[in-house]
């Protein structure tokens, strides 16, 4: 018997019409238009900042790939999550995972705090340092997981049952595992967020953005501050997403078989002192995951003895791309002290483990023989 509903695999390559219902095109059409001529139908498109129907056909395949009822593309991640900031009035407080995306941390802290949000920074992979971090004014807690670029896991089910008990959001940005492996909303979650730009567009040649939400009044809201401020993304970024998400399932499933076994390369190299992957059964939250993920994603961080050989990894490495960002079929390394996380204030960084000898690892879909020996040629 077949089951009756799609598996994940299945879902990616079709996005959700599987084709377009006025031509019968395969490759859903980029409909290349500001504004649309009123055709006196039902439910008919007006003007492309309130909706397109090649971004329309994204969110919806973005919201049947996370299991949700309602999605919403922009034109970045960062958008995305500043939209999401906009639910939220002055004098309202949120809980954030301490180790963050750097651009997350720097919009909250940078503007949004200048608009009367509070934010308070703590480790969310603990449930007591959540616990404690309660307040009055508290409107939701925002969590990265695995975050970036600690690869900490943070249990989603034990953050949304103290959420709800509190009548308050969780927030969980989804954009490390994708719902090709987590979905937050079936944990419980209120929104997903997504950098679209890594593992669903794949192929590093886009910014995108998404929310993801079940609950149809925060939906309205959003559709309001989307159609409203316009950070909407075109119609030929909305297709090439639409193209990368197709093939999410095989890069994911060849990255991630890449960066275990690169993991475990690390782990025996002299040079390297630790190595950060949540695939490795020593990961101290590797249980957690294997009870809320269908897998472990392909970002890897290490630190090694000391800067200079972090530095001569960097100027090395060939096939290994120096450069930031993640999620692609190229593997890229970057320096987070210097780079993504840059602007996170020297102490929480240093509290972290975020310093000059960490390096970051976004495991391609490359031959991984290939991959090792590019890394211990750089290793030296
Ligand atoms: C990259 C990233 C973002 C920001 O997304 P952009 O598409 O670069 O704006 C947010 N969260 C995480 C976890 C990211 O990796």
Redesign the pocket.
Known sequence: MLKKELNIETKVVHGNKYYDTNTGAISFPIYQSATFRHMGKEGEYDYSRQQNPTREELENAIANLEDGRFGFAFS????A?STVLKLFPPGQHIIVSEDL?G??YRIFENIYSKYGIEFTYVDTSQKHTVESAFKENTAAVFI?TPS?PMMKVTDITAITGMAKERNILTIV?N??LTPYLQKPLSLGADIVVH????YLGGHNDT???FIIVNDEAIADRLRLIQKSEGAVLAPFDSWLILRGIKTLGVRMEKQQKNALQIAQWLKHHKKVESVRYIGLPEHEAYEVSRKQASGFGAMISFTVNNMETAEQILSKVKIILFAE??GGVESLITFPVGQTHGDIPISIRERLGINEKLLRLSVGIENVDDLINDLEQALG
């Open positions: 970045s991640g960062m958008a999550i995306y651009g997350t990265e970036n940005d954009t490390f950098s679209g730009t890594k910014l995108a953005g960002s993640l």
